[in-house]
């Protein structure tokens, strides 16, 4: 099993930044690979980032992070757009991060992000 929490949601005003943290517990971290996804209201889960890919919506604006030490991902969130408004997940699966929902077995409860306009 591998707990995740996501922390650092928020509101802020479009053009501004975010910082999410997403800390795991549990079985060996560096053995799972983890992915961001976010969730809008009335729309389906989607994929924001992961180490090595980043979704065409965030690319240039977001940045993924990573620390073993600290059992630690991250995702940086500048510029930020009303539309990039939704839950914001960190997900974890076994060696390689895949853009597809479906293929992670571990989710956390998710943070709110709310850009104003």
């Known amino acids: 099993q591998v707990q995740l929490v996501e922390s650092g949601g928020g509101l802020v005003e479009a053009g501004g930044s975010l910082r999410l943290s997403c800390v795991a517990s549990?079985?060996?971290?560096?053995?799972?690979?983890v992915g961001w996804f976010r969730q809008a209201p009335g729309k389906e889960r989607e994929f924001v980032a992961s180490?090595?890919y980043y979704a065409d919506f965030v690319k240039g604006r977001f940045t993924f992070s990573r620390d073993n030490a600290k059992n630690t991902v991250s995702l940086q969130m500048n510029s930020l757009k009303p539309e990039d408004t939704a839950v914001y997940y960190c997900?974890?699966?076994?060696?390689?991060?895949?853009?597809?929902?479906?293929?992670?077995?571990?989710w956390g409860q998710g943070t709110q992000v709310t850009v104003s306009s």
């Open positions: 997900a974890a699966k076994l060696f390689i991060a895949t853009t597809r929902a479906r293929d992670y077995a571990y």
């Open positions: 180490l090595t």
């Open positions: 549990g079985r060996t971290f560096s053995n799972y690979a």
